[in-house]
């Protein structure tokens, strides 16, 4: 366990999405978090096409951080986000070294990685994750655990995630005018799916797709790690947009009946009523709300299915599929989203009843960013590109290459 969780420290986590900025703060006692506070407002700054408003931005986040934190900053707190590019670049980078006659040692196994991190930087781009998938042994074997073979060169594979510079600063500078520092970016995507896939889902071969607002999020695992991350630019607002312009309502309009009537499953001719403010109420019938919705969402997840499967290795390996973000709780998406993968389907939650997450999927990347801070240096990459910084990062690296490589 790392030394802040040791002394008890104020961790303060911020899911920034599109409709939503959540924050939470809380410690961890006997290796469990207890919340201390939590808070959520409506997202401001915040554009489709990835661009940031900062100080649209700013003000939400003082409004989160000052009711989380009491008002009060402490030294001793340590912060986390989140972070979204629609146009995330994603790519598996495979790096060989020399190996001694004796065996790959753990030095060797470091010293590979720490090169993969290095050769994978590209300008313009800001590395946030990057997944070791797997080992080659003279360019012929494949393991994931090295160490003791004997062979001449030692490869590895990684999964690289990079967003772009401008939304990375953009959203630094966003805290930062609250002088707030955030200790590591996470991936939206990458969160969600820690917040909610079990051990075993990972291990046998999942997807998650997270719908969130503005964005879906897949990421995807087999044996245990991740070999495939995509974002997309539709999601729930799409599905907003298209009722407002098919039922002629406005948009808030549509956003409430979609919660509250949406559906993708038939309903037998009942009818329903929309209340708006500026003018008479208006009856449709349900069939027609369901014409207008099941079609985007078809078109989500047939392009995920057609992205993915696209790989054999996936199409054989995935086995299941978990749903989160709040566009996942519309009635009916378990069994449209089963038919098309032809694969085990369920809502990403957890378990206990009696949590205020209970049930809550749209809360899915903030509960994964709760389980990353445990042990936020397992991915740690290159936040800083400066030499002096290069060591450091590796530093923090090397128990978590020998615990999980070695």
Not at 59 to 74: A, L, P
Not at 78 to 85: A, G, L, Q, V
Not at 100 to 107: C, D, F, N
Not at 171 to 185: C, Q
Request: proline share 2%.
């Amino acid at each position: 366990m790392l030394e802040f969780l040791k002394n008890k420290k104020k961790i303060i986590i911020f899911d920034i999405g599109a409709n939503k900025i959540a924050g939470i703060s809380y410690k961890f006692e006997n290796g469990n978090p207890v919340i201390i506070n939590m808070n959520y407002q409506k997202s401001k700054g915040i554009r489709k096409n990835n661009s940031l408003d900062t100080n649209e931005l700013s003000s939400v986040i003082n409004q989160v951080y000052r009711k989380i934190s009491g008002g009060e900053k402490e030294k001793k707190e340590i912060i986390f986000s989140n972070i979204t590019d629609s146009q995330i670049l994603t790519n598996k980078h495979i790096t060989e070294i020399s190996s001694g006659k004796l065996g790959v040692s753990k030095k060797e196994i470091r010293k590979v990685y720490r090169q993969c991190i290095s050769e994978s930087q590209k300008k313009n781009k800001k590395l946030v994750h990057s997944f070791p998938i797997k080992f080659t042994i003279d360019k012929k074997h494949f393991t994931t655990k090295p160490l003791g073979k004997k062979c001449e060169r030692l490869g590895i594979t990684c999964l690289n995630l990079m967003v772009d510079d401008l939304i990375h600063n953009k959203l630094a500078e966003s805290f930062t005018k609250n002088n707030i520092v955030i200790k590591n970016f996470f991936d939206s995507g990458v969160a969600s799916a820690y917040g909610c896939l079990s051990e075993s889902e990972k291990k046998k071969g999942s997807i998650c797709i997270d719908i969130g607002a503005s964005t879906t999020k897949t990421t995807a695992f087999i044996d245990g790690r991740i070999i495939y991350h995509r974002i997309l630019s539709i999601a729930g607002n799409d599905v907003t947009n298209d009722i407002s312009q098919g039922l002629q309502i406005p948009n808030e309009s549509a956003e409430l009946i979609k919660i509250i009537h949406g559906t993708i499953n038939p309903t037998f001719n009942e009818k329903i009523e929309i209340d708006l403010e500026s003018q008479k109420g208006k009856i449709i019938n349900k069939n027609l709300l369901y014409g207008i919705i099941k079609p985007r969402y078809e078109e989500i997840f047939e392009i995920i299915r057609d992205n993915i499967f696209d790989d054999i290795y996936a199409r054989v390996g995935i086995k299941s599929i978990i749903l989160t973000g709040g566009a996942s709780k519309i009635f009916g998406i378990e069994n449209l989203c089963s038919n098309i993968f032809n694969r085990e389907v369920r809502i990403g939650q957890i378990g206990n009843n009696k949590s205020f997450f209970f049930n809550k999927p749209e809360f899915s990347t903030l509960l994964g960013l709760m389980k990353l801070s445990r042990d936020p240096e397992s991915f740690t990459h290159l936040t800083e590109n400066k030499s002096n910084k290069f060591s450091t990062i590796f530093d923090r690296l090397d128990n978590w290459i020998e615990e999980s490589y070695a």
